[in-house]
């Protein structure tokens, strides 16, 4: 009878603590260990406390996905250094070469960039990464935090017949510098759409709208300060630099065209060298967890890479509009020659 009493105490008492585990991980959030990693790792994430984090996206973007993070991690400071593109890869490469690299994890707009960069990086996968397009990974190292897409905005107060296409971007009535665009050698996320106009659109489109006469800008951000402005009227930009300007209240409508929207990769990675590398894997698997992509759809305007996109952008029809990722092969080998032709179309020079 006693040894009965032991074994049903035993019983009770894994019993008990099985039912503690469940409301720890509820209380935790959703399905936490399924998303991020196991307890064990964010007992270690804990007890290093930090993350060091370089980016070359926008610093008020990352500022509020670091928010989201941590309302879910409040032990885990984030120590973002963030500089433009060939500012972050000149500083990380000069760090390396010093032995002397500081961050944790690397977020990189171009994945050709970052790719040349691998051997500085460690194995990692996060737990979904079987729930990722295959088609948009450049090494096993190197995962898409970010994806962006691109869109065309117009403004309201200006536009009465407005575009509903790519190719409505070569029609005369739109000409005189109504519609602005950013430079073909701004960065990887422009070669993306301009290899995307060339490839899909035909390879005269670029005659043809430059026919029609653009206004050239050297980014994004004072690109979209114009199109609220009534510099221009219309404007091919990535999806999220004017999402938070239309939620902001400016006069601008946005839409995605039928013929495609090209899609950018951010390229992240975990340093070999990292100093916190569990707080790196926790800040990484959360940041490719679904919770998290669907927190930069839904807030800021992203898309993303998983294969079965857990939510889509205001006016985001996914029976209508297709997703268009670049041949990596090709990004990388015709890049040089044809922005090179782009500028001479164009009548641009750097």
Request: hydrophobic content about 40%; cysteine-free.
């Amino acid at each position: 009878m006693a040894l009965k009493h032991k074994g049903l105490s035993f019983a009770a008492h894994r019993l008990g603590t099985f039912v503690l585990a469940a409301m720890l991980a509820l209380a935790s959030g959703p399905a936490l260990a399924q998303n991020v990693g196991p307890p064990e790792l964010i007992e270690a994430a804990k007890k290093e406390g930090k993350v060091i984090y370089y980016t070359a996206d926008f610093a008020e973007v990352e500022q509020e996905i670091t928010k989201a993070f941590n309302k879910r991690f409040p032990f885990i400071k984030v120590e973002m250094v963030r500089a433009p593109g060939g500012q972050l890869i000149t500083r990380i490469k000069t760090e390396a070469a010093a032995g002397k690299l500081s961050a944790d994890v690397i977020n990189h707009s171009d994945r050709g960039l970052i790719l040349a960069l691998q051997d500085l990086l460690a194995d990692y996968a996060p737990p979904n990464a079987a729930d990722y397009r295959e088609d948009v990974q450049v090494s096993p190292k190197i995962w898409p935090r970010q994806t962006l897409g691109w869109s065309i905005a117009y403004n309201t107060e200006l536009v009465k017949n407005p575009p509903k296409s790519w190719m409505d971007l070569t029609k005369p009535e739109y000409g005189n510098k109504q519609i602005g665009q950013v430079i073909g050698p701004s960065g990887g996320t422009t070669w993306t759409r301009t290899m995307f106009e060339r490839q899909v659109l035909g390879e005269d489109y670029w005659k043809r709208q430059a026919a029609v006469g653009t206004a050239l800008y050297p980014s994004g951000a004072p690109l979209s300060d114009a199109l609220v402005r009534g510099e221009v009227s219309i404007a091919p930009l990535l999806y999220n630099v004017v999402f938070t300007k239309k939620k902001d209240g400016a006069p601008i409508e946005i839409f995605f065209p039928p013929e495609g929207v090209p899609l950018n990769m951010f390229g992240a990675g975990i340093t070999k060298t990292a100093a916190n590398p569990n707080a790196a894997r926790l800040f990484l698997n959360w940041a490719l967890s679904e919770e998290a992509q669907t927190f930069m759809i839904k807030e800021l305007g992203y898309l993303t890479a998983l294969k079965k996109p857990p939510a889509y952008p205001p006016g985001f029809d996914p029976k209508v509009v297709k997703l268009w990722v670049p041949n990596f092969q090709q990004y990388e080998k015709l890049r040089a020659e044809w922005i090179e032709e782009w500028n001479k179309t164009y009548g641009y020079r750097q």
